[in-house]
């Protein structure tokens, strides 16, 4: 492994993935795999140690959310350039791994040169997001901010439970509950539950 | 003899043989028919008093409607020995079958207790207090208050139990006679003897009777009157000892005291009884009518009756139907009551008496005419006249046609309308023929007619013509007339001719037709009959729909709902007096002017009844059938008695004050049925809501005959108006509708309609529950309820879909996005990569071809086994064991051996989706031995260990290097996939792996407890 080669760290709970991506990283003259991460907390373990130039994140992990690795890595080195690599989610998690620090925001299954595209480009210190990303975050309406509590309600609406069941769920008391629901169907702008669920779903408010 | 105020008895006594003074009776009477008619039917009392210069009106004769009643009547027994009417007006009758009331149409029986010794009821009388008196022949004496009877006999002092008389006396005191003693009530319940001592001799009583004097006359074997300070005096009576025995005592209102004897008949006359030939039957039983007739029964000889000082055997063919009169009595409306060995007789007096025919087959004849001088003409198959009573044929010197009608003209001209042979007139002894076609429009004459102008008008089968001194006149069908069967003929004072037809009624004014609004009305009636009343009003009598009465161009109809007795109307008459006379086919009636010509609005006098007189027939004759339209089918002679003719003879009525004495009807509710329960009540009645017939079974008391006793109801809140009920005694009505409700029922004599008697009961038809207020506010309550129920269910299930349709939503997201998304996104890269690398490096990219091979392979697998999973959405257990074994078997190779070692039970079952993680576990284990141990035998082993299911697979094969183990980035891909489908169902993940000795993957899993279906539980 030659000094100047950029150094990238592939995190994915995917073997298949990351040897995939690996094998596409390896085969770039300027770049190499500097370690691989299967978890969030082995991403920062490794990140920790071989400290690469950049990391490919996949934010669902069997440990936790790939935000939450950003956030961790970007706490540890700050400069740290990091693009997400996942299957597409919702404008919910491009919002919130953007703010968390990634600087990039590739979709899984894009060709091999899209993807060394985006790595150079991040490499380069610039932002890359494609078209459909940037599209994502402008329509992402004002003021759809779901309280982590209230996206507990949806998500515990989304598993088809009865507000006295999400009240026993969350040990709250089922008129909270109520006004809950009502909250967030004002803030999703939608008139019942089921279209609740929809549109968190789309907005990566709740996920499968 | 100083009683006797009637010559003609002590004349009598001077007729020796007793043969020949009936004979001279029979004779009298014979001689009395020649001036007066005669009787063939009723009870003649024909005074011989007429001959000894008496005023003729004393000896009219009587004439009797009969009406009989024996066991197939309601009877207990046909032998009737006793007769009392009750005070509210029903009569006892006492009979060898035991106790029977009678209310004029209806006899009941009157249960006698058990035991009692006889049922042979033999003398009555009714108390003071209104309760009855009965003696039994052998039972002792019964006292009998209301349906309460006691029994009073050897127990009470009563030493003899065949009660032969009873009398209360003026002081309230009963006696009793007996075959063995003469006993008085003493209290309430002892009887006690007074014969037999000093005073009064020991005898049989058989009649007790007391004078005006007070005095009691005990009769018997022997004869006493018994003086109020106890004293009695024996009387002697005439003729040998057989025959003195007492039977019947009766004081007559002059005083004179009678008793009826084994021997015959004797009376007091001055302090000693004398017989009064001819009578020498045994007298049983003795009445006075009101009219001062003395009615005589004897057993064996019949019915005399001593009228007016004259003795006369009632010997009416077949009136009486045996010769021994057992009781007589006579009722609150002058009928005379006789009990006999053969049932019970009633006669009532009638003013018709019936002339016959000389020849039988004349009696089918058609019309009756007569002429000033009192002549009557009988047109039947012959011609006849009456003149004195008595019918022969009459001989008018014309040829010998059958005769229809006769016509007195008022110039004394006779018009005599033939059956098929025209009109004769007959003047002065000229016969002038007319017939059709010349002057008639039809030889079948049906009326005539003289109008003002002296014409002659004559109806026919076939129109009518109009003869004049200038010529006849036709008016036919084809000329204007309503129809061509004509019936009558009328001219009002406007010199207006009415034809009255079979079809309409026609108009003739001056040889025109006039069309007019009773033409119109009466356009399809039958009209049989007119009168022009003295007021001016004109009545059209109608076959079918009763009468219509004209006056100043308002049409009234009266019909049976009025009161008329019949809607089909024969003949109208009115005679001097007013009076109205209305036949129909079998009845006669009349009614007063006053009645007839009273302002009458029918909706507001809905309940108003004309007062309409029937005339009953006279023994004989019941059941008579009028004849009408034919004109005239009635007549009014110059003396002011009415002539019809009926198919038993000619019909003659004498009339008389009509109005009927007595009580009027008294009626009764008898009974309410629901729904064929029979109930009494008394005050109201509550109808259960279930009922849904009602009927009410009302009677009357009435003795006379029933067919002037009409019913009216009326259920208040339901019916408007009254029904009449003439037929029936009953009254239906079905479903009512819950409420409040009154039955009314009256009755009422038709001669006299405004003597009403009415009943009434309250009722109240209770509503089903479902009726209720109460009902349709539950029900309404309960459809909220349940609307409210509905909604709530419907949302629970909307929900529950949309968490099944949420859950099954998630799980097909979750395995593509957890195998197949990331099977085909790994593929993917692989695929990108080996585009990149394929030049530079062969090895590796072999490497990544394969995995993309095996990923692809592993991800069709995968898709399948998703869509296995959703056709097994249900979680359906699944034998694990079974499912493993099949599995080896599907991948069984030869130079493997598979073994599949089970502890404990055989039979594993697990969910579905816990057991597709475990299978799917198990397959990757199975399948990483066989790719890279190299082993040739690959053991599965499943333990149940506590509530936990441990599975084993081993292998002895190469094992796995360690670095894999920890780090399973080059090649053994399944172990991470596996350790998460083991976490997923609560269960670990355990892989050891030494060199050369083989891999051991154990996993476990809970068999129980785990969570079912929450995705994110």
Known sequence: MSADKSRILIVDDHPIMRFGIAAIVNAQPDMTVAGQAGSCAEAVRVFREVRPDLVLMDLRLPDGSGVDSIRAIRALAPTARIVVLTTYEGDEDIHQALSAGATGYLIKGMSHSALIQALHRVLAGQRFLPPFVTEALSSRAPGTHLSPREQQVLQLMFGGKSNREIAEALEIKEVTVKSHVSVILMRLDVSDRTQAVVEGLKRGLIHL | ?1017
């Open chain 2, 1 to 1017: 003899m100083r009683d006797l105020r009637v010559p003609v008895v002590a004349d009598m006594r001077d007729l020796k043989p007793a043969r020949s003074s009936l004979y001279s009776l029979r004779k009298s009477a014979a001689k009395c028919a020649r001036f007066f008619p005669m009787t063939m039917l009723a009870a003649v009392v024909a005074g011989l008093g007429g001959l000894r210069g008496q005023g003729p009106q004393n000896t009219l004769p009587v004439s009797y409607a009969r009406a009989i009643w024996r066991v197939s009547d309601g009877l207990p027994e046909d032998t009737v020995q006793a007769l009392v009417q009750a005070p509210d007006g029903r009569l006892w009758i006492g009979s060898t079958g035991g106790l029977a009331t009678f209310d004029g149409a209806h006899i009941r029986n009157f249960a006698l207790p058990q035991p009692i010794s006889a049922n042979s009821a033999f003398s009555l009388a009714i108390s003071h207090d209104g309760t009855l008196w009965a003696g039994t022949e052998g039972g002792g004496l019964l006292h009998i208050s209301g349906s309460a009877i006691k029994v009073l006999f050897t127990e009470s002092g009563l030493t003899d139990g065949f009660v032969r008389t009873l009398c209360e006396d003026s002081r309230g005191q009963l006696w009793v006679g007996t075959d063995n003693g003469l006993f008085r009530l003493k209290g309430n319940d002892r009887l006690e003897r007074v014969d037999d001592t000093a005073a009064i001799p020991s005898m049989a009583v058989h009649s007790i009777m007391e004078d005006r004097d007070g005095r009691l006359w005990v009769g018997g074997s022997k004869l006493v009157a018994i003086r109020r300070d106890g004293s009695s005096q024996p009387y002697t009576l005439p003729g040998a000892y057989s025959a003195t025995r007492v039977k019947k005592i009766l004081q007559a209102a002059d005083g004179t005291v009678w008793v009826g004897t084994v021997g015959g008949l004797a009376k007091l006359v001055d302090g000693h009884f004398e017989r009064v030939p001819p009578i020498r039957a045994t007298v049983r039983s003795l009445l006075q009518t009101n009219d001062g007739s003395l009615w005589i029964g004897t057993i064996g000889d019949g019915l005399w009756i001593l009228r007016e000082g004259q003795l006369t055997k009632v010997n009416e063919p077949g009136l009486l139907p045996s010769t021994t009169i057992l009781s007589i009595l006579e009722d609150n409306y002058g009928q005379v009551w006789i009990g006999t060995q053969v049932g019970l007789l009633r006669l009532s007096s009638t003013p018709v008496t019936i002339v016959p025919l000389p020849d039988p087959r004349d009696s089918d004849f058609e019309t009756i005419s007569g002429d000033s001088s009192g002549k009557i003409f009988v047109a039947a198959r012959n011609l006849f006249t009456i003149v004195g009573g008595v019918a022969a044929r009459a001989r008018l010197g014309i040829p010998d046609v059958t005769v229809r009608n006769v016509f007195t003209a008022q110039d004394g001209t006779l018009w005599v309308g033939t059956d098929g042979s025209g009109v004769y007139r007959i003047h002065n002894g000229q016969v002038t023929h007319y017939s059709a076609p010349e002057q008639l429009t039809n030889n079948f004459i049906r009326a005539f007619l003289e109008s003002h102008h002296r014409e002659m008008w004559i109806a026919t089968d076939e129109g009518v013509s109009v003869l004049t001194s200038r010529g006849a006149t036709k008016f036919t069908e084809a000329s204007g007339l309503a129809y061509f069967s004509t019936r009558c003929l009328v001219e009002d004072r406007e010199g207006i001719i009415w034809v009255g037809t079979d079809r309409g009624l026609s108009a003739i004014k001056d040889g025109a037709f006039l069309q007019n609004d009773t033409t119109r009305a009466l356009a399809h009636e039958k009209v049989w009959s007119i009168l022009e009343d003295r007021q001016g009003a004109l009545w059209f009598g109608t076959r079918d729909h009763g009468l219509f009465r004209l006056q100043s161009g308002s049409l009234q109809q009266y019909t049976v709902d009025q009161g008329l007795t019949s809607n089909s109307i024969y003949q109208l008459l009115q005679g001097a007096d007013g009076t109205f006379w209305i036949t129909g086919p079998n009845v006669i009636a009349s009614a007063p002017e006053r009645d007839m010509n009273a302002p009458w609005d029918a909706s507001k006098d809905a309940s108003k009844r004309l007062s309409v007189a029937v005339y009953g027939m006279p023994y004989g004759a019941e059941g008579a059938q009028l004849y009408g339209g034919r004109e005239p089918a009635g007549y009014i002679a110059p003396d002011g008695s009415v002539w019809f003719p009926t198919n038993q003879g000619v019909a003659h009525v004498i009339p008389r004050e009509t109005s009927v004495s007595g009580p009027s009807p008294r009626v009764a509710l008898e009974s309410v049925e629901e729904d064929g329960r029979v109930l009494s009540p008394t005050t109201g009645l509550t109808v259960p809501a279930n009922v849904s017939r009602l009927i009410f079974n009302f009677s009357a008391v009435y003795l006379r005959p029933q067919n002037q006793l009409h019913f009216r109801y009326m259920l208040e809140s339901f019916d408007t108006t009254w029904i009449s009920s003439t037929s029936t005694e009953k009254a239906t009505y079905t479903n009512l509708r819950p409420g409040h409700y009154r039955f009314r029922v009256q009755a009422y004599d038709s001669s006299r309609p405004q003597a009403v008697d009415e009943v009434s009961i309250d009722l109240q038809q209770t509503s089903h529950f479902y009726q209720m207020l109460w009902f349709y506010t539950l029900c309404a309550l309960l459809l909220g309820a349940i609307g409210l129920l509905t909604y709530r269910m419907r949302v629970r299930q909307l929900h529950g879909r949309f968490a099944a349709v949420m859950e099954e939503r998630s799980r097909l997201a979750r395995e593509m996005h957890d195998t197949i998304i990331q099977s085909c996104t790994g593929v993917s890269a692989l695929l990108e990569a080996i585009a990149i690398t394929a030049e530079s490096k062969p090895e590796v990219n072999r490497e990544l071809l394969t995995l993309a091979r095996q990923q692809t392979r592993q991800t069709i697998e995968t898709a399948r086994q998703v869509v296995w999973n959703i056709r097994h959405t249900t979680e359906n257990d699944v034998d694990v064991v079974a499912a493993i074994r099949d599995y080896t078997v599907q991948i069984a190779r030869e130079d493997v051996r598979f073994t599949v070692e089970v502890e404990g039970p055989q039979e594993v079952c697990l969910p579905a989706s816990t057991a597709h993680e475990l299978l799917m576990t198990v397959r990757e284990a199975v399948y990483n031995a066989l790719q890279h141990s190299g082993s040739d035998r690959i053991g599965v082993t499943l333990r149940q260990q506590g509530s936990d299911l441990e599975v084993a697979i081993r292998d002895f094969g190469t094992g796995v290097p360690e670095p894999i183990l920890t780090h399973p980035i080059d090649g053994h891909y399944g172990i991470i996939g596996m350790r998460e489908r083991m976490e997923k169902v609560d269960g670990t993940f355990h892989i050891t792996s030494a060199p050369g000795s083989g891999t051991t993957v154990q996993v476990q899993l809970p068999l129980h407890g785990r969570k079912r279906g929450g995705l994110w539980a």
